[in-house]
Nanobody, 117 residues
Framework: QVQLVESGGGLVQPGASLRLSCAAS????????MAWYRQAPGKQRELVAQ???????NYADSVKGRFTISRDNAKNTVYLQMNSLKPEDTAVYYC???????????WGQGTQVTVSS
């Protein structure tokens, strides 16, 4: 079973930047889907950004142009660079990994991001 270990969350002011990291406990093999989700208080969990083996990415409209998802295959790690943070970005952010061919799916424990003055 793969463990996803997240780091990088915290409390920042509006306009600041954060980089979230998600490190997998084992090598990540293709094909895969890795993503960041977030869940704000009183709201459903939503997809923020997605990266697929091969490098293609997708973003929620609310973060497009501000957030960037990337990977470092040698470190078995996916990142979420978050710039120009807004109070509405406040949420628990979750890392997600899925292997489509085996139907395996894994979630990180979540890391809190709070954007407030």
């Amino acid at each position: 079973q793969v463990q996803l270990v997240e780091s990088g969350g915290g409390l920042v002011q509006p306009g600041a930047s954060l980089r979230l990291s998600c490190a997998a406990s084992d090598n990540i093999f293709s094909p895969y889907v890795m993503a960041w989700y977030r869940q704000a208080p009183g709201k459903q969990r939503e997809l923020v950004a997605q990266i697929i083996s091969g490098g293609s990415t997708n973003y929620a409209d609310s973060v497009k142009g501000r957030f960037t998802i990337s990977r470092d295959n040698a470190k078995n790690t996916v990142y979420l660079q978050m710039n120009s943070l807004k109070p509405e970005d406040t949420a628990v952010y979750y890392c997600f990994l899925r292997y489509p061919k085996s139907a395996e799916a894994y979630w990180g424990q979540g890391t809190q991001v709070t954007v407030s003055s």
